[in-house]
Each structure stands twice: as C-alpha cells, then as structure tokens.
C-alpha cells in the first residue's frame, strides 16, 4: 500500500515531468537559450567590470594587461615573422612617443592607409594609446574618394603603410593634404618621396618608455574610437563612429560566441581595416589573449597551406570567401589541417554544407551584423542556414537585449 506521502510525492514527480514535458513541446528551443544565456553571462559580467570602473577598461588596457601576464606569447604571425605581445607593446610605445613629440593628443584624429602588416597593429595601438581616434582607410580607395574619407573624419595627419599602391594613392591627393597643412608621414626603411616624412626614421629614434595613462585617462566608453568606412555603393563612403564600448563588446561577445582558448590561433585574411578582422580577429585576440596570424590579403591556393604552417585553429570569413575554398582543386590534404572554427557572414547554405564536409571543419558561427547598425545575431546552434532568432527567453532577459543592441552613429 502506497502511503499518502511517498503518493504525495510520485504526484509532484509526474507533474514537475509532465510541465517539463510540455514546456519542451511549446518552447523547444529553451535546452539552447539556457546554454547561451550561461555562456553570456559570463560576457556580460566581464563587460559590466570594464563598465564601471573609473575611468572605463580601455582595449589599451586589455592590451597591456596581456602584455604583463605573457609578454613572451605571439601576438601576431605575419609570413616568416613572429611578433610577441611584448614586442607589440615596445613599437607601439615608440610610435606613440613619435606622436606625442609632434603634438598629438587625446581626441585628435589620425588615418592611416596601412595594408595587413604588424605595422599596422602597433600603429593602432600606438596612437590608442594617446587617446587619438584613428580612420581606418580602405586601402583600395582613390583619389576623390579617398580625399573624401580623409577629410570627413577632420583627421590631422596620415600615416601611409608600405606599398608602391599606396604611395601613388597618396601622391594623387597630396596637393590637397599640403593645402590642408596635414603632414603624411610614410612607413618602411625606403626614403620618403619629396614632400612625405619617414616615419620609420623617427621611431628609430623614439623612445619605448610606457605611454603615461593620464594621456588617455579622459576616454569614455561612448566615445570614438576609430572610424570605420562604409562600402560607398550609393555615393561616397561613409565614416562609422565605432565606439570604445562597441571595441569592448566585440572583444567580449567574439570570445563568448566561439568559446575560444588561450592556445588558438586565429588566421585573418580580410583587410583590418573593415570591422570582421578588426573585431573578431584584433579585439579578440586582444580581450582574450591567443594569437592572431595575419595575410597580407586572401588567397584561396595559399590559405590552407597557411592555416598549416601558423598551426590556425580559427579562420574568419565574409560573403564569398568560403565558396572560393571550395572551387579550388581538390587534393588529398583537404582535411589535413587543425581549423575546428569558422567565424562569419554571408555564407550561403549549399556552400555551408559543401565546406563542412570537404575541409571537416566542425563549427561554423555566421552572424548578421553592420558596422554602423544597432542589433546583432549570431547562429550559435550550428545549424546550417540560420542567423539567428529572438525566443521569448531572450525577449525577457532586458540586460541579454541590452547588451547585444547597442546604438552607434554614422556620419
């Protein structure tokens, strides 16, 4: 005979089974919506440190912060060269020392037209590092269009990376810039072209001392932090304020979005200057401390073989890229390689499924997003096709919805 507590019991059992039955049955997706907030929990509680100290966590104090917990780790891959976290952090003091002698300060603008280089992560971090806002140029642009972004932006200097494209790039506008009274300042070991300055030259020269933080102490997270240009398909490129809190959250959200680990190595072959490569391959690499291995710019017979030699465990993509992977020859050592992770958009579904099973690499995280947009999704199912879907869990969760829409301004 069943006593009326152990009955009391087998009821509350069948009825707590019976109501979790059910609320799979109506709200299948919860398993998964219960998975992501845990995951972002922990995002949104990092972010919320960094938000409330005095001044705001900077990406610069991410970056040092790196710098004293493994100076020695590699920082940056580029062709045969390897670039520590300690080496990054020595340029970039340098560059930064070069600036502040010629009287840049904390909310100026400098832009730079730099290809995929190491010199173009510590001239990032080197003129963050005195507070200046930096426009990223597209180095593809030219002669009004390029005059245009540089001027919009009201930037007092540019900094030109190396390349013969680039400095005919600049030649074409420099009458304008001498109109201005801007100075352009040229990087590499070669001479610099009448009317241009060898910026090599001065950091040579320059001091590696630490940059003092009262220089850039001022900075809050509404501020701009660089400029980001749209693709200028309906007139001229537009510059997008992107905001030292929006360069936190990338950092944070990308690490979440990809649970990445301190030993992964993230192979970028997309311009730094647009926001996939800036955020999910520099401010990741950067807020979580791997290792970022960088191509001067894509290339679909050389990509595996370099995922090989850097040993990359994560790859970042955009709108055709992985199509182009899987139009090239088919080899034996299609799945020789350690990539477990694909991050990015615009990936359509047959290509999905063709590059999952041809290269086996095991994750793909697509999202939707926009440099100059206020909501973000991100496919965190791994569900072939989706970017993403707001669930009734999400929907109640005010500090989930407020932390992944943020409001940013375009000019």
């Known amino acids: 005979m069943v006593k009326p507590t152990e009955a009391a019991l087998y009821a509350t059992v069948g009825g707590i089974t019976t109501a979790v039955a059910a609320l799979y049955v109506f709200y299948p997706q919860i398993r998964q919506d219960l998975r992501y907030i845990g995951r972002f929990r922990g995002i949104m509680s990092r972010f919320g440190r960094y938000k409330s100290a005095q001044p705001p966590v900077s990406i610069v104090d991410r970056f040092l912060h790196q710098v004293q917990i493994h100076p020695d780790k590699p920082f940056v891959l580029f062709g045969d060269q390897l670039h520590t976290f300690k080496d990054m952090d020595i340029m970039s003091n340098k560059l930064a020392d070069v600036f502040r002698g010629e009287g840049f300060k904390c909310g100026d603008t400098v832009a730079m037209l730099v290809y995929n280089e190491p010199a173009f992560v510590w001239t990032f971090l080197g003129l963050a590092k005195l507070g200046v806002k930096i426009a990223l140029l597209n180095t593809n642009l030219r002669n009004k269009s390029l005059l245009h972004c540089f001027k919009q932006v009201e930037a007092k200097a540019l900094i030109v990376g190396q390349g013969e494209s680039l400095l005919e790039a600049t030649t074409e506008i420099l009458p304008a810039l001498e109109e201005l009274g801007v100075p352009v300042w040229v990087q590499g070991d070669k001479p610099a072209p009448h009317g241009l300055l060898s910026l090599d030259e001065k950091i040579n020269q320059s001091s590696n001392q630490p940059i003092p933080f009262k220089l850039r102490e001022s ?96 790859i970042l993509y955009i709108g055709e890229l992985l199509r182009y992977l899987c139009a090239q020859p088919k080899t034996p050592f299609d799945k020789n390689h350690n990539v477990r992770l694909a991050v990015g958009n615009g990936l359509r579904p047959d290509v999905w499924v063709k590059f999952k099973e041809r290269f086996g690499v095991g994750d793909i995280v697509e999202f939707y997003a926009a440099t100059e947009g206020n909501v973000g999704f991100f496919n965190v199912t791994n569900k072939t096709g989706a970017v993403g879907m707001l669930t009734p869990l999400l929907k109640a969760s005010e500090s989930f919805r407020s932390f992944m829409t943020p409001k940013h301004n375009i000019f």
């Not at 490129?237 to 990338?250: F, G, H, N």
């Not at 926001?275 to 791997?290: R, T």
Request: charged residues 20%; hydrophobic residues 40%.
């Open 219 to 314: 900075v809050q997270l509404k501020d701009t932090f660089c400029y980001i240009y749209t693709s200028g398909t309906t007139g001229f490129p537009k510059a997008a304020k992107v905001t030292l809190e929006k360069m936190l959250k990338a950092g944070c959200t990308s690490g979440g979005v990809t649970n990445v680990k301190k030993d992964d190595v993230v192979y970028v072959t997309m311009p730094l200057y647009h926001s996939s490569a800036l955020c999910f391959g520099l401010a990741s690499v950067i807020e979580n401390g791997h290792t970022m291995a960088l191509a001067s710019k894509f290339s679909a017979t050389r990509f595996w073989d370099d995922c090989r030699k850097y040993n990359a465990t994560m």
